[in-house]
């Protein structure tokens, strides 16, 4: 038996071979990923007498590639949890950290795990596009906050108030109401230096150009309240500059977010268990496409526990001798994005509150019992995700027998 470990980098790996009983069959060695260094490790690999595995850490996305280059070439392959190997023969008072060091390391660890080491299944085409894409999103959604926010504090110094004006959601194009609103009447002075009647009329044929609907109660609210407002940046040239740029900036992000919900939403469709998915509550065109792609081809986990665990909502267990802690925080030791989009999709729940949803029903208990806002919220996730996987693991099944 021949244990291999890899420790992956951007652009090249570090490879160390054992044997039982710490037999070194080759000292770490170094290949490059390009396709003859590939192809000369793949060559050796088979070379080896007896059987052989090899192991990596699935850190960000730089294993993917050598993962899939040795699976695609017949080999075993195994993708480990960082901190498993981190976890793992810590024996020693010196503290090492190398490249050669790590590759010996999760080599020895391949070898003390032999027998569960579980064959790395390559992501389909869609599923990874899909992951990548929810990445991006997440990705955007966070500078679309950013620029959100930067703009509202721009418009406390000429416009203070204006981004509560209308609350209508944001369109498919991207643009949402108030942000329109502010890059034309990007200060008060641009609305109460006209009287009520002339704003009532221009704000009208803005509404139509804009394809908002229009109320003349909402018109003379505005123009109200504007006549009390205090602008700190005068109404010239250099501040319609500055509003003007972060309204662009927000917008123009605001469509690519917006883009990459629907093309998601779109990919996630030709994927089995898509209506499954959409069919639990909480769980819309939006949120579904996110879970799939965080959680990936749900056989893969071996049971409920598996799932739980890799989105680290698993209740943790703090025991010694008499002592047993009752409220253990969860581990938080996997997905922290899937943590997040389930945390929205609680979030969702407790706002609709669908009298029907087991789900729901088991927040709503624990929250009657007193339990704190996070402990119910994530109890809430650990019980979704155990049925998520008992739903789309039998879905699945079912269609295997059919084929």
Not at 16 to 28: D, S, W
Not at 67 to 83: E, H, M, Q, T
Not at 126 to 145: E, G, I, P
Not at 215 to 226: G, N, R, V, W
Request: one cysteine or more; proline letters at 4%.
């Amino acid at each position: 038996m021949n244990a291999v470990g890899i420790d992956v980098s951007k652009s090249k790996s570090m490879i160390a071979v054992l044997r039982p009983l710490g037999n070194v069959v080759r000292k770490p060695f170094e290949v490059k990923h390009n396709q003859s260094e590939i192809n000369e490790l793949i060559n050796y690999l088979k070379s080896l007498d007896g059987e052989t595995k090899i192991v990596m850490e699935h850190t960000g996305r730089y294993y993917e590639p050598m993962a899939k280059w040795l699976s695609d070439a017949g080999l075993f392959v195994s993708a480990v949890n960082p901190k498993l190997i981190k976890d793992y023969d810590n024996d020693s008072l010196r503290k090492v950290k190398s490249d050669k060091a790590d590759a010996m390391k999760i080599a020895r660890y391949t070898l003390d795990k032999w027998l569960n080491l579980r064959q790395y299944s390559v992501m389909d085409e869609k599923r990874n596009q899909l992951k990548t894409m929810n990445r991006q999103f997440d990705f955007y959604m966070k500078q679309k906050t950013a620029l959100k926010n930067n703009l509202i504090a721009l418009l406390d110094q000429t416009y203070p108030g204006s981004n509560t004006y209308f609350d209508s959601p944001v369109r498919p194009d991207g643009h949402q109401k108030w942000v329109d609103f502010v890059d034309t009447y990007w200060h008060v002075d641009c609305v109460r230096k006209l009287s009520l009647d002339a704003f009532t009329e221009h704000y009208q044929k803005w509404c139509k150009r804009k394809g908002y609907n229009f109320q003349p109660c909402k018109a003379e609210e505005i123009y109200t309240a504007a006549q009390n407002l205090i602008a700190v940046f005068p109404k010239d040239a250099m501040t319609k500059m500055i509003i003007k740029q972060a309204v662009e900036q927000l917008i123009t992000i605001s469509v690519v977010v917006e883009q990459l919900r629907s093309e998601m939403n779109k990919l996630a469709t030709q994927l089995p268990e898509y209506q499954v998915v959409l069919d639990m509550k909480g769980v819309g065109p939006s949120l579904g496409p996110q879970l799939i792609a965080e959680l990936g081809d749900i056989r893969r986990f071996a049971h409920r526990g598996s799932i739980t665990a890799f989105a680290g909502v698993d209740p943790g267990v703090n025991e010694s001798g008499d002592y047993s802690q009752k409220s253990v925080p969860t581990t938080k030791r996997g997905s922290a994005q899937l943590r997040k989009t389930l945390f929205q999709v609680m979030d969702c729940l407790i706002k609709t509150h669908p009298q029907d949803d087991p789900v729901y029903a088991f927040m709503d208990k624990k929250r009657s019992e007193g339990k704190p806002y996070y402990v119910y919220m994530t109890a809430g996730a650990n019980k979704f995700l155990r049925i998520y996987y008992g739903r789309v693991k039998q879905y699945l099944a079912s269609l295997e027998e059919t084929e």
